[in-house]
């Protein structure tokens, strides 16, 4: 059965790349259900108008619900039918003197929107920027507001960035973490996310010095092959619930890495002699990405810094009502490096954010507010 879910995901994730997603849905349903084949409901006489098979699912409704959904590719209804678009976006709240505006921008490597939220009272001076990547289905509104991190904006006077994967791209708003062709520095969404970057940096008075990259799950993982391959840009990355830079190549392996098992030499981040501080928040009853993957972030990024760290703290505390661990590796000046937040009852969810946003978890620490305070420290430090 293992072979024939293999077979059936590297077939089915083929067939997404040539945009072919009916076809690759029949695939993983075949291989979901008993037997290795879907049983669909007969079909319409070659007169009738044609409708898409539905199947008798033998694995649970959820857990295919998942699968498809992690996979790229459109999830069920209740009663089995093919589920498309994303989750309605929620009302965001600007207030008087912020912006909140639309932006597209075009690459070599195709075209996507972003949002940038400017806080109210910018001045003349140069701000910090940190760049957000939501998770699947998500979208910048919804993400905006699960992560709380336009208020933040307004507290510390960045501007934000929340780039919007397409879903022509992937069905369900996933960023292709997975894919090689999307794991390269000038080359797919690596370089669309990059361009938007810079493209933010030439509208606004951004610092150079002061820009930054984190996501959620898909789009935690996407920060992390952005901190690999753009190393230059981003002065830190933020990765929550997320997975290390080259930790999966397809579908059936990028299942493997979401379960915990994956090559610990195919995770590792770094690709050059320049390195990206890093902080990782992960909820240890994560069902969805094993928090085994916060880890291996760590130790891999941890193994590239080795000459230039000097203290490791470790602690435990709580937030939010809920428990947590807390490493943190500084250098020599005391500033944090590396940063490790393994948060106990937190499943699939931002930490501390707001629930009106979705995959966003009320309890716990505010995994923004550290994120932010872990991102200016080394600034601080340097004045």
């Not at 997975?178 to 797919?188: C, L, M, V």
């Not at 320049?274 to 902080?279: A, M, P």
């Amino acid at each position: 059965m293992k072979d024939l879910l293999t077979s059936a995901f590297n077939r089915a994730t083929q067939l997404t790349r040539e945009r072919n997603l009916a076809e690759a849905t029949r695939v993983l349903m075949g291989a979901l259900t008993a037997g290795g084949a879907a049983t669909p409901t007969p079909q319409p006489a070659a007169h009738a108008e044609p409708h898409p098979p539905t199947f008798r699912l033998r694995r649970p409704l959820g857990e295919t619900v998942e699968l498809l959904r992690h996979a790229g590719l459109p999830g069920l209804n209740q009663s089995g039918a093919p589920l498309v678009g994303l989750r309605q976006a929620p009302k965001i709240d600007v207030p008087p003197g912020a912006a909140y505006l639309s932006r597209s921008y075009v690459g070599p490597a195709g075209a996507r929107d972003y949002k940038v939220y400017a806080p109210d009272g910018l001045g003349d001076g140069e701000r910090p920027l940190i760049v957000m990547l939501h998770g699947c289905s998500q979208n910048p509104d919804d993400f905006a507001v699960g992560s709380r991190m336009n208020e933040l904006a307004e507290e510390h006077g960045f501007i934000v960035a929340y780039p919007a994967q397409s879903t022509t791209a992937n069905q369900m708003g996933c960023w292709n973490w997975f894919n090689p062709a999307d794991q390269t520095r000038e080359k797919g969404e690596p370089s669309l996310i990059a361009g938007m970057t810079r493209a933010i940096m030439a509208e606004w008075r951004v610092d150079e010095s002061r820009v930054y990259v984190a996501g959620l799950s898909a789009g935690g993982a996407m920060a992390a092959t952005m901190a690999a391959t753009y190393p230059e840009l981003y002065a830190a990355v933020g990765i929550h619930s997320g997975l290390a830079h080259g930790s999966a190549s397809d579908v059936a392996s990028a299942f493997a890495a979401m379960g915990g098992k994956f090559e610990l030499g195919a995770a590792r981040r770094s690709l050059s002699d320049d390195y990206v501080r890093t902080i990782v928040f992960h909820g240890e009853a994560d069902q969805k990405v094993h928090p085994t993957n916060g880890e291996t972030i760590i130790a891999g990024a941890r193994l590239d810094l080795a000459d230039s760290l000097a203290r490791e703290t470790r602690e435990t505390g709580s937030a939010g009502g809920r428990n947590y661990s807390r490493t943190v590796i500084a250098d020599a000046r005391g500033v944090p490096q590396l940063e490790h937040w393994a948060v106990e009852g937190l499943g699939h969810a931002w930490s501390g954010g707001n629930p009106d946003g979705s995959f966003a978890d009320r309890h716990g620490p505010e995994a923004s507010r550290e994120m932010v305070r872990f991102f200016l420290a080394d600034a601080s430090a340097a004045r």
